[in-house]
Every structure is written in C-alpha cells, then in structure tokens.
C-alpha cells in the first residue's frame, strides 16, 4: 500500500510563511496527481493545490499567488510554499495522491496562523 507522511506544520503569525512536504513510499505509478487538500473546523475538506507528475498545477483561487505547489518525481515528493499566510488559512493541511483507480490520503499536519 501507499503511504503518505506529512511535515512541516506549525504556528505562524499572519503574513509569514510555512513549508509543508509529503513524501509518498510504495507502489505508485509513475503518472499521478498530488496535491494539498485542507479541513477546517467546522468545514469541508477543499482542495488547495494539485500538481501532475508532468508539472501541470492548479490552484484554489483563494490561495493563488499566495502559495507555489511543486514536486520531486525522483522522490515521490510534493511541496507546498505557503506564504502571506492568513488566519482564514488556519485548518490540517492533507497530502493525497491520485493514480489509475488509487486514491490515498496522507495523516494531515496542522497549520494555525494567528493574528
């Protein structure tokens, strides 16, 4: 099975920035899509960022040009450069992973900006 570890989480004052990583292990072909979903309390879980294994990214409009997705294929490794963070940002940030008929989620790493 796949599996997904998530780092880099934290408390951050509004304005500052965090760099959340996620390195998956396992059997996974080599055409995928990765990305960043977040959960607030009391929400949904919505989609921040997706990357595909050739680089195509999108983004949620409320975080473009605020947060950079990006990917290391020799690694199975995605990133997510979060900066001018704001307290709305505030949720547990989770790292997925797409491929074929697979769908796996990593733990989530909680993010809190504070004001």
């Known amino acids: 099975q796949v599996q997904l570890v998530e780092s880099g989480g934290g408390l951050v004052q509004a304005g500052g920035s965090l760099r959340l990583s996620c390195a998956a292990s396992g059997s996974i072909f080599s055409r995928n899509v990765m990305g960043w979903y977040c959960q607030a309390p009391g929400k949904q879980r919505e989609l921040v960022a997706t990357?595909?294994?050739?680089?195509?990214?999108n983004y949620a409009d409320s975080v473009k040009g605020r947060f950079t997705i990006s990917r290391d294929n020799a690694k199975n490794t995605v990133y997510l450069q979060m900066n001018s963070l704001k307290p709305e940002d505030t949720a547990v940030y989770y790292c997925?992973?797409?491929?074929?008929?697979?769908?796996?989620w990593g733990q989530g790493t909680q993010v809190t900006v504070s004001s």
């Open positions: 997925n992973i797409r491929y074929l008929l697979a769908n796996y």
């Open positions: 990357i595909t294994s050739g680089g195509y990214t």
